[in-house]
């Protein structure tokens, strides 16, 4: 009798629940699905953005000798990082999926050679030039191809 009682209870109670759930599952969809679609269409904008970004690699041709502190190199480093960007309103993050641009300091030696590479975004490169330039004006910055395809 008392285990009847208890498993019409319980039986009742999953009853309810059932309806509950068949009641509401479009919000429990809703609040489970928001996150992966929000997800899922800023990686895909993003995506979009990064494919249309323009890259040129420059080398850096450095004279044999300078008569500049590591102070002077850590300015021009300031100086590069003060080109960060950011997406600046809605607009920009969630329709245009803008992300912050990075570049490449990179140095590669060829057969003991040593070679100074920067990988920048194609419309900052005068003001990386610039920082350069300012620095160290013997310093030689020429465009060149990527140095990957040379292997």
Not at 7 to 26: C, H, N, Q, R, T
Not at 29 to 36: K, N, V
Request: charge should be neutral; glycine fraction near 4%.
């Amino acid at each position: 009798m008392i285990e009847e009682v208890f498993s019409s209870i319980i039986f009742d109670a999953l009853k309810y629940v059932g309806l509950f759930f068949e009641m509401f599952w479009p919000i429990f969809a809703f609040i489970i699905l928001l996150p992966i679609f929000i997800s899922t269409w800023l990686f895909w904008r993003q995506a979009i953005f990064k494919k249309s970004i323009k890259w040129v690699i420059l080398e850096l041709k450095i004279p044999r000798e300078i008569r500049k502190s590591p102070h002077a190199m850590e300015k021009v480093l300031e100086s590069l990082h003060a080109l960060r960007n950011a997406p600046g309103n809605i607009r920009e993050r969630w329709w245009d999926g803008e992300v912050t641009r990075w570049f490449g300091l990179e140095m590669v030696s060829f057969g003991g050679e040593v070679h100074f590479y920067l990988r920048v975004y194609r419309k900052q490169r005068a003001l990386l030039e610039a920082a350069f330039f300012s620095y160290y004006p013997d310093i030689e910055i020429v465009e060149v191809e990527d140095y990957v395809d040379k292997f």
